[in-house]
């Protein structure tokens, strides 16, 4: 195949490296750095940290785990009201490398929002100058950028740039939780002419070529899951993980020129951080603040959860079992219900989750828990789902509601209320669990 047959079109080089994460980071090929870039620009962030990284080991599996904190992560340093700045995790090498064979097995961080990338990039003098650099990135919500499609770009200045979006969603989608192998080949003397390509594939398939504002700058490869500001949407959730089960290059032997680029960002060597191995991998919840903790401001509506304009009733919190519950109130006259949600984007046809919430209501009272399936320009499709409280519990007590949602043809958004349509309904504990994509 053309993917296994790179050696035909370029002389390989010794070197290269292969690291696959083995309960460490190698701390002969990566640093781990704390910065920010474009912070400033669109929506603010809080860039990558150190902290974000960890490493898993499950049975004979061992691999890198970056976190991303969306604007509703919390922690026990977290202030009880309002939004958090994103902030992801990266790591860098140490050395520069040339043309090559570039290689990442990795799930990419599912939401929006997030942009799960391996790239190399260098700077002299300034980006106007020459910035040097080479991209596959997963995410997005805009100029084809999103987890339908794959985003691959070619810099050789901040205006000097090529790029490719392409829709790869008859394979794949590029969230379903499943590992997929993304290569780039990086070649200044393509097939024995003096061209330069760059080729793209995903699972050894070949998806784009780029073969103008090539780079020809060492550089150092970069992997990582960061914010960027505005293009890739809002990050409307609480944590999530980009995994990485190895990364790979293998140099080619061909013309490159040299670079004294420093990384500008504190940089961590991995021998000298003490990073977490944890024994399975992290649960996460794709519901925010589904135990209703927090709140917008100190007498504000629970953080995250947003009242439908369709509702004619309202919300409150109130306390219970030492904690809070969110109380959701029926209106007047003759659309009474209430609904109080949170929507999920880039969501595919046959996705599974599991959704799991404690409801209630008062004597007399109606509520319920709905799903609703749309597409990309909002358009309702598949069935709605409608789960009565009083299938799950008796008045006046709180009992666990479990639905296993299989998202529908053409869907791309999906939307969970809490709601009451008669009186006061309760509801706790909310958690939805992606189980896989079928």
């Not at 929002?113 to 391996?118: F, L, Y």
């Not at 944890?278 to 504000?300: C, D, H, K, M, Q």
Request: glycine letters at 10%; hydrophobic letters at 35%; one cysteine or more.
């Amino acid at each position: 195949s053309y993917y296994s047959t790179y050696a035909d079109r370029a002389a390989v080089a010794d070197g290269g490296f292969t690291d696959d994460f083995s309960g460490s980071v190698n701390a002969s090929v990566w640093n781990v750095i704390d910065g920010k870039w474009h912070h400033d620009q669109g929506v603010p962030h809080n860039g990558v940290n150190s902290r974000n990284v960890s490493l898993v080991t499950e049975g004979n599996e061992s691999y890198l785990a970056l976190m991303g904190r969306g604007k509703y992560y919390k922690d026990e340093d977290s202030s009880p009201y309002g939004e958090e700045l994103p902030e992801g995790a990266c790591i860098v090498s140490k050395d520069s490398y040339g043309p090559g064979r570039y290689e990442i097995k990795m799930k990419a961080l599912p939401r929006e929002g997030a942009v799960s990338t391996m790239w190399t990039y260098m700077m002299k003098g300034s980006e106007a100058a020459a910035q040097h650099e080479i991209d596959i990135e997963l995410g997005g919500t805009t100029n084809g950028t999103n987890y339908r499609s794959a985003w691959f770009t070619s810099w050789v200045t901040h205006t000097d740039t090529a790029h490719s979006a392409v829709d790869v969603s008859d394979d794949l989608y590029l969230n379903d939780g499943e590992w997929h192998v993304y290569t780039f080949d990086w070649y200044t003397e393509y097939n024995g002419t003096d061209k330069s390509r760059i080729d793209f594939f995903i699972d050894g398939k070949f998806y784009a070529k780029l073969d103008s504002n090539v780079p020809y700058y060492k550089m150092p490869l970069w992997v990582g899951v960061w914010f960027p500001p505005s293009w890739p949407g809002t990050p409307n959730f609480d944590r999530d993980y980009m995994y990485v089960d190895y990364v790979k290059h293998i140099p080619f032997d061909q013309y490159c020129e040299e670079a004294r680029y420093n990384v500008p960002y504190t940089k961590h060597d991995p021998s000298e951080l003490n990073i977490p191995v944890l024994t399975a991998r992290p649960s996460v919840n794709w519901i925010a603040n589904g135990g209703f903790e927090y709140r917008v401001s100190e007498n504000g509506a629970p953080l995250a959860w947003e009242r439908n304009v369709a509702s004619s009733g309202n919300m409150s919190l109130e306390s219970y079992g030492g904690g809070q519950r969110l109380a959701v109130h029926a209106g007047e006259g003759t659309n009474t219900t209430t609904y109080i949600g949170q929507s999920f984007l880039n969501v595919f046809e046959g996705y599974t989750f599991n959704l799991t919430v404690d409801g209630g209501y008062a004597s007399g009272s109606e509520g319920a828990v709905m799903i609703r399936f749309t597409n990309a320009i909002g358009n309702p499709v598949g069935d709605m789902v409608s789960i009565d409280l009083k299938e799950f519990s008796a008045s006046g007590e709180m009992s666990p509601i479990s639905h296993k949602i299989t998202v529908p043809a053409r869907c791309d958004r999906m939307e969970i209320f809490l709601t009451a349509s008669v009186g006061t309904a309760y509801f706790d504990n909310a958690v939805l669990t992606f189980l896989g994509a079928n």
